[in-house]
């Protein structure tokens, strides 16, 4: 699969700020999924996205399929020290039978 | 639920060494992967299987054989490990390979491996 470029790579949040993190594609996806993956655990799904446009909430989470197909971001509201983390998005081509994953954004929370 | 299990969590191996990882997935899903986890790289496609009876290589294949034995379980074998086959590693399931209308894959917990 193809690397999507997830950016930011790192972010230090102070609690109760609001943060964003953002994933784009050369090529355009059907799908895109959000993961978080605390230390020593494997990725588990945040939020699932299948139409161009689509908004979904999830609590605090919030992200949206961009209306281009080619990207998508992740918005956390109101963060809270057990956002710490590293989130991947993940994303399928339509004509592939594998996600592509970014290479994540680790969030600490700033003291 | 048990979902995706997978053992061991940890091991050591000299290089050169083989093993096995196992993983199992209780959700009756069609198609099974394997990951590896490096810092920096996000997950890297190792090998996958579409459905039963069928397994095809990902982004990183070399070094690593795989097998389907059932529809329930996908094994991982290292022939030969090497230092740069230090990694976490990860296995994983879905009901389908078309992640539409609902289908998303589920990990299991991970094994770290480190090869010295």
């Known amino acids: 699969g193809q690397q999507l470029n997830q950016s930011p790579q790192s972010m230090f949040i102070q609690e109760g700020e609001d943060v964003s993190m953002n994933c784009t594609s050369s090529?355009?996806?059907?799908?895109w999924l959000w993961y978080k993956q605390d230390p020593g655990e494997g990725p588990v799904l945040l939020i699932a996205l299948y139409k161009a446009g689509e908004l979904t909430s999830n609590g605090r989470l919030t992200a949206q399929f961009g209306i281009t197909r080619k990207d998508s971001f992740l918005n956390i509201s109101a963060s809270i020290p057990s956002d710490v983390g590293i989130y991947f998005c993940?994303?399928?081509?339509?004509?592939?039978?594998?996600?592509?994953f970014g290479a994540g954004t680790t969030v600490t929370v700033r003291a | 639920n048990a979902g995706v299990t997978q053992t061991p969590k940890f091991q050591v191996l000299k290089t050169g060494q083989s093993m096995t990882l196992q993983c199992a997935q209780d959700m009756n899903h069609n198609s099974m992967y394997w990951y590896r986890q490096d810092p920096g790289m996000g997950l890297r496609l190792i090998y996958y299987?579409?459905?039963?009876?069928?397994?095809d290589k990902g982004e990183v294949p070399n070094g690593y054989n795989v097998s389907r034995l059932n529809k329930r379980e996908f094994s991982l074998r290292l022939e030969s490990a090497a230092p740069s086959q230090t990694s976490v590693y990860f296995c994983?399931?879905?009901?389908?390979?078309?992640?539409?209308?609902?289908?998303?894959?589920?990990f299991g917990e991970g094994s770290w491996l480190t090869v010295v």
């Open positions: 993940a994303g399928h081509f339509p004509w592939d039978y594998k996600l592509s």
């Open positions: 090529s355009i996806f059907n799908t």
């Open positions: 299987s579409a459905s039963e009876g069928t397994t």
């Open positions: 994983a399931s879905s009901e389908d390979p078309y992640f539409q209308g609902g289908n998303t894959i589920y």
